[in-house]
DNA sequence: TCAAAAGTGTTCGCGATACACCCATGC
DNA sequence: GCATGGGTGTATCGCGAACACTTTTGA
């Protein structure tokens, strides 16, 4: 094993051991959370995982192997979760209160084989947000979660430790990224409409925006192609497709700064 | 003991508790540094730490203890190094690269009296910016250090492990801050004339601004009270003097979000 | 034919920029 | 008096906000 991976294990004595291994290579005290953002039904929304025989939900995250960076941890973790590769992913802020995170007092009911220092009593946590297409991911169950949802960042249940907080935090990065920079195209599937994509942006905002406006902003980027094609089916005009053109992001990237 | 603080220790003996209190007392694998502006010679600075017997410079940093947050460390560490309390601080990054501080390499040869486990071959460390009055810091050494200076950031000597790197990013969030938030004076002392308040903003932004418009647009956030006396003794119109109103900061900073 | 929604053009106002002009001070 | 630099006013440009008008589509 090269890499922590508690998804389907056979038995409980591989998973004892993929537990040991995980402990064994892995930075103790530090962690990493993921506030992983999609699109869906025109809601902005948070991929969340209910913690095992409980009604509490956590968002994806884990340790930091010996051997790999704190960003090299979060894009594992996230492929791990989700199946995605190369996804879009930002740092945006370590979280570090004392009591912020007691794992060995969440897990002291569980009579699990190992002892106590398995389990930390603190630990901060680097939290990272990340922006995937919805319809690509295939979400991952493992050992310590028996359901996983997308849920809208207003309508979180009750979550794990700081986790609330950790979303609300992540919120507010994106919020404060996306007005200088497009970078939500890795939200949208690779065809879309420009009255999708101002959905995308007002579901991130919260907020309305003037269609003319939007558009005409969105196209001085220089990073859209419009397509021939139309999305027909609605009871109006037929929208043009466009397609993001991942050179122009980048040189309008540098651009920028 | 209730902090690590290796300060006047008066022997040896005492200096080897002061660390082994430290060990048995911090988080593992993490730490804090800081990069701490000043405002001098017209001149932004940053604080740096020569490390003791050798030519290699190191920003002030330390490990977080059990019983308090990632913001009080750095509180701490600041206060301890520059005697200032109620500092501006700002986490911005968090740097996790596998080999960027290896601390038992660093010391291996230093022959102290503790076993290897002590330090650490891999932290993480979270960064923090610092904004202080020049002027009011009485810059602290100890046992780790044999020289403290104020250095503009692009002259920086030859610097340990990533703190290179951590100078510039921390200069690039406090650009991107100062654009629209004007917490720069807590750089200032406390009166100062529009001219050197400018020289401080081309000093950050490495840019030179317009005298007229750079007036209107401070003087319109009102956070400003301008003074009857003036400067004098330059070759030219006296200047006024100013000085910030802490409340109308703090109105201006709501009024924003 | 009509309602709904997309596409496009025009106007307005504010804020940033550039720059002009006057004022005060030491040499 | 004059060079230097501070204080203030004004013209202009660009961008975003607001909104009007046209076009296309399914029902």
């Not at 005290?29 to 995982?49: A, E, P, T």
């Not at 389990?119 to 979660?145: H, Q």
């Not at 999708?196 to 001085?220: M, V």
Request: glycine fraction near 6%; charge should be negative.
């Amino acid at each position: 094993m090269d890499s922590a991976n508690f998804g389907n294990l056979q038995d409980f004595a591989e998973l004892e051991r993929a537990i040991r291994w995980a402990f064994e290579n892995s930075m103790k005290g530090i962690s990493v959370d993921c506030v992983v953002f999609g699109f869906h039904d025109n809601q902005l929304r948070v991929l969340c995982l209910k913690v095992k025989g409980s009604d509490i939900w956590s968002l994806p995250g884990g340790h930091i192997q010996l051997n790999e960076s704190v960003d090299e941890a979060a894009y594992r973790i996230l492929k791990y979760r989700t199946g995605l590769d190369h996804i879009y992913l930002k740092q945006f802020y370590t979280f570090g209160e004392v009591n912020r995170a007691n794992v060995r007092a969440m897990v002291a009911g569980l009579k699990l084989p190992f002892p106590p220092e398995y389990f930390e009593t603190r630990a901060v946590s680097v939290g990272y947000y990340a922006l995937v297409e919805y319809s690509k991911v295939r979400p991952v169950l493992d050992f310590m979660s028996d359901d996983i949802q997308w849920i809208e960042p207003d309508k979180l249940p009750s979550m794990i430790f700081d986790h609330h907080e950790i979303v609300a935090t992540g919120l507010k990065s994106l919020r404060a990224q996306i007005d200088h920079l497009p970078i939500v195209y890795h939200l949208m599937p690779d065809t879309f409409t420009m009255p999708e994509l101002q959905k995308l942006h007002e579901a991130i905002l919260g907020e309305e925006l003037d269609r003319a406006n939007f558009q005409k902003r969105i196209l001085s980027y220089n990073i859209l192609e419009r397509l021939e094609e139309r999305r027909t089916g609605g009871a109006h005009k037929a929208p043009f497709l466009y397609r993001f053109i991942p050179e122009k992001y980048q040189e309008f990237l540098r651009s920028e700064f």
